[in-house]
Each structure stands twice: as C-alpha cells, then as structure tokens.
C-alpha cells in the first residue's frame, strides 16, 4: 500500500525555526515527486512547492518562494518542509502528497494521490 | 496564476439528490483538472482526474467532465457519505491552482 505518514502536530513561537517530515512507503520513493499543501483554519488548499527526491529538484509557488523550503532524504525516504523564522501566519495544516507524473519548468501534469495525513502548525506567543 | 472559480461556495441537498459543483478557469486548461473530496479533519482525496476519470475504488455515482476553461462535478445521487468540502485543481500551468471548494451539506 501506498503510504505517506506525517510527523506530529507543533507548537511554536514567532521566529522560531521548524523542519517538518513526510514519510513515503509502498513505493519507489526517488521515482515520484512529492508536493506540499497549506491549508490556512477554515480555508481553501494553497499549492506551495514540490519536490523530486531522485535529484532534489523543486519548484515553489511564487506565494511560498523564499518563505519555506523543501527538501528530502532518501536515505529514509522522508521529504520535508521548513521555516527559518516562523509568523503567526503560518498557523495552518500542512500536507504532503505524491504526485503522479512528472513536472517541468511550467507545469506538473498530473494529480495528487495519496495525501499524507497533515502536520496541524501552530505558532503563537 | 490560473485562478479557478467553483460554484456554488455552499451547497445544500437531501439524500437521493443529484448534486453539481462547477469550476470555471480564467484560462484555458484543456482537460488538465482534478477534482478532490475533503471530509471534515481528513486529508483530500482524490475522486476524479484529467476531468473526466474516475479514480480506482470511487464509486461511480461520482463523475466529471469539461475541457477548456468549464468544468462540471456531478454526484447523481447523493449518499449521506458523501457530506464533505470538494475541490478541483489545476495542473495546466504552474503554479498548481484550486478552486475555493464547495461545502456540501446534506438537507
């Protein structure tokens, strides 16, 4: 079974650092791209960036470029999602998900399936 | 960015109904959108991709269609399961795009 399995939910404060995990099993972790996926309490799914594990190639959207960055290790066939200096703004669930194709400078023509379980973030002093 | 645009926001219907979603593009995306169920405090799922094909193992009271810039999503009968927030996506262009989702509410 195709499985990816999320680290646990967080609690922070402003302007500290968090690194968040997304663990894949059942397949060939270096040979799918991994996405991640924010979802601010109460709204809407917000695509953020992608990962391809076999040469840690990404993409971000240009609302997250520079504000996260993603990465992966497949050593442990784990991708991850981080913060330098977290906002109170960054307070939302935080998905992952394997992507089904591939994806090229302008597009990623494929879908989401599955979906990790999400990493509830909450930052809050 | 490719902005998607559902209707209606919220939507509410009694068991047996047939329930439709639409999604709208501000450009064109060929066939190139997905649609995705999210049940409260559960990760999306996804039911429908390239517009029109059913995901393994969904029932097949859901389906899709469109290409260009309008999209339908149809449940032709509403099960007491299906309450839950739908959402399509695109995936012509980057950045990846969704729509606002409709919350779907049982009468």
Known sequence: EVQLVQSGAEVKKPGESLKISCKGSGYSFTSYWIGWVRQMPGKGLEWMGIIYPGDSETRYSPTFQGQVTISADTSISTAYLQWSSLKASDTAMYYCARHGGYCSTTTCPAWFDPWGQGTLVTVSS | ?107
Do not use: H
């Open chain 2, 1 to 107: 960015d490719i902005q998607m645009t559902q209707s209606p926001s919220s939507l509410s219907a009694s068991v047996g109904d047939r329930v439709t979603i639409t999604c709208q593009a501000s450009q064109e995306i060929t066939k190139y959108l997905n649609w995705y169920q999210q049940k409260p405090g559960k990760a999306p799922k996804l039911l429908i991709y390239d517009a029109s094909i059913l995901d393994t193992g969904v029932p097949s009271r859901f389906s899709g269609s469109g290409s260009g810039t309008d999209f339908t999503f149809t449940i032709s009968t509403l099960q007491p399961e299906d309450i839950a927030t739908y959402y399509c996506q695109q995936y012509d262009t980057l950045p990846i795009t969704f729509g606002q989702g409709t919350k779907l509410e049982i009468k």
